[in-house]
Each structure stands twice: as structure tokens, then as C-alpha cells.
């Protein structure tokens, strides 16, 4: 498989990691979520956490620990006496039924699951993922685990083309082009469901979240920003262009420089 197996294993690996450094997995969720990324060339295989190590924490996983699955879930590879994470099939369902994901992340994070229980529709408290609040967050309805076809199936159909879904009383996942778009997308989620319980916490159900007319206007600024007058010139002639789902150099880049410094 080569170079480039190594190189999907080494960025699923560092997704995995930011999930802990981004306390979505942290404490009692120390060893619980996983991130997969489909090898580009080999599309019918994806890279996964897997479970079995001598010391199972997503903090610490490593490229050479991760499993190599194919779209049912089967072990193609991996190191000895690991095997693919036990909820496996939640990444290979939705890789399978969506060609154009790339990566998909599973973690419980807390407030997420909080607000899944209580069953309050979130609305957009910050910027941060307001995209998500606004087109709505599916629910796949049971807290169980995702351990067969059926269930893998069904968190597939309860998504539908959605970016996440909520996983009652269990979880979330989150769907995405890449292992940065995907972890990124659960920590938005994650973010909103923090902003939208101190709310809730604070005001009761009659809470107000951003208006849509504000929230068009903050997508507005996003997609204009290079048209400022004065902001035009220097961008246009900056090697980092802004754009896409992060800034260059920004989150992303400097947690994972944080985590990787051992690899
Ligand atoms: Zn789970």
C-alpha cells in the first residue's frame, strides 16, 4: 500500500488525537470515538481507529496502530492483536451510501448529547457552526451501539445528506471531504450544543438564538471578505488564501502541530 496508506494512517491518527485535545473525548470519553478517512487511490478501503491496543486512549493513538477496513466493515489490515473499532459500521455504511464523503467522525460528546435527550431544537448561538443549526440536525433515534449493518444502515437513512447526526443519549457523527472537515464539523456541533444548554440554562425554552437575517449577513461577509477594497490587494497577493472550511494557519493547524510533536 506504500506511501500514501502512511500518510492517510498518520492524518486519521492526528484527527483522532485532536478529538481528545478538543475534550471531545476526554475523562470518561477517553477511549471512546473514532475518525476514518478513505484512502484516495483505493476508495473501496477507509483508514479507522482501531480497538485492542495495550493502552487505549485517543490521545496517544499512532499512524502504525490504525486498522485498514473495507466498505463492509471487514479487517484488511492493521497491526497484531488490534481489530477495527467496535462501531465500524457507522463508518463504512455511510462511506459505502456516500461516494462523495471522505471522512467520517464518531465521538459522544457531552452537551451534544444532553440536548439530543432533552430534545430541543438548537438554534444558532454563535458563528461556529451555524450552518448546521440552521439546516437542522437530524436524529437517528436509539442510544444503543452501532454494531450491525441494520444500525449502520439506519444512522445512513436517518442522516440522509446531512453534515452530522445526532446518535440519542449515545453520540454524534459528522460527516465530511476530509478528517479536518469532519472533526471540525463535531466540534462546531459540539460547540452549538454547549452555547445552546447555557441558554436553555438561562432562559428556558423561549431562548432566542441569531436571527436568520443576522446569520445571512455573517455568510455574506465570509464569502465578500476578499472584496473588501482595502483587504483585496494584500490577500490577493498573500500565498495563504482564505477560504474553504478553517483559515490557513489557524485552528486546525496549530492543534495538530500540538498533538504531532511525538510522531
Ligand atoms: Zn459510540
Redesign the pocket.
Known sequence: MGQEIDDVKREVAIGTRLLAEFGLATGILAS??HVSMRVPNDPELFVVKGRGYPLDALAVMRPEQMVVVDMDGNLVDGPRDAWQC??VK?HSCILRERPDISSVT???PRFSIIMGILGIKMQAMCNEGQQLTRAGIPVFPHSR??LGEEDGMGVVKAMGDSAAVM?RG??AATAGHSVENSVMTMLQLEEQARQNYYAYSMMGPDYKGIPDADQDEFAAGQRNMREQPHLKGPIAASRLQPGGPGQPGGVWAYYSQKVSADL
Request: proline content about 0%; glycine content about 16%.
Open positions: 471512546l470515538g467496535n462501531e457507522m464518531h465521538v459522544h451501539l452501532i446518535l449515545h453520540g
